[in-house]
Structure formats: C-alpha cells, structure tokens
Nanobody, 123 residues
Framework: VQLQACGGGLVQAGGSLRLSCVAS????????MGWFRQAPGKEREFAAG????????AYAESVKGRFIISRDNRKNTVYLQMNSLMPEDTAVYYC?????????????????WGQGTQVTVSS
C-alpha cells in the first residue's frame, strides 16, 4: 500500500490545518492508521492514531484536545484536523499504516509510511 500525505503549510499560531493521507494499492479498511511527526533534530513521535473502524482513537498528550484524527474507508483516506496550532507543532508530519486493525503509538509497529508533509507554525 502507498500512502500520500498532503495539506501541510505555513500557518500562524492559533490557526488550523487539515492533513489528508490517501492510500492506494490496497484498501486500508482493516488497517490501524496513525499520524507521526518529526521536528528538526528530534526523533519521530506519535501524534494520533485510529483503529480500523474509526471508533477508537489515541492522541499524544501534547496534541490532545487540539487535534482530531478521522478516517473515511470508502475514500481510503485518513485525516488529521489540527486546531489551535502552536510553534512547537512545527514538524514534518507522516501518515502510517499497519497490517493489524488496532492503533499503536510506537513507530516500529507500523508497516507503511507516507512521504511526509511539512507543517510550519509561526509565532
């Protein structure tokens, strides 16, 4: 499966962005999916995850209450709505998928990765 992330950009603090991750090659209907991010000089970290049906979600403490992950399996797409953005949210954001239906927080649990989309939040 190939993952294509888009929707990043430059936004002022307090603003919003919506990232999309479109999958091709196979249906992601049975996959757990996640969004990760990596800031310069830092390790890639979990931001949000969603189970195969969309009924279960998980968030990093740093984004909880501001970010919302969702999915539309008919469109083979996962979304990350990011609100109240802060400069510390600046990073490359990656979508990822795993062959099992539950979401996980660890990078090593994911089998497929998109190319990343840059999010820059100015103060």
């Amino acid at each position: 499966v190939q993952l294509q992330a888009c929707g990043g950009g430059l936004v002022q603090a307090g603003g919003s962005l919506r990232l999309s991750c479109v999958a091709s090659g196979r249906s992601i209907g049975g996959y757990g999916m996640g969004w990760f991010r990596q800031a310069p000089g830092k390790e890639r970290e979990f931001a949000a995850g969603i189970g195969w049906s969309g009924s279960r979600t998980a968030y990093a403490e740093s984004v909880k209450g501001r970010f919302i992950i969702s999915r539309d399996n008919r469109k083979n797409t996962v979304y990350l709505q990011m609100n109240s953005l802060m400069p510390e949210d600046t990073a490359v954001y990656y979508c990822a998928g795993k062959d099992t239906p539950r979401t996980e927080r660890a990078v090593r649990e994911y089998d497929y990765w998109g190319q990343g989309t840059q999010v820059t939040v100015s103060s």
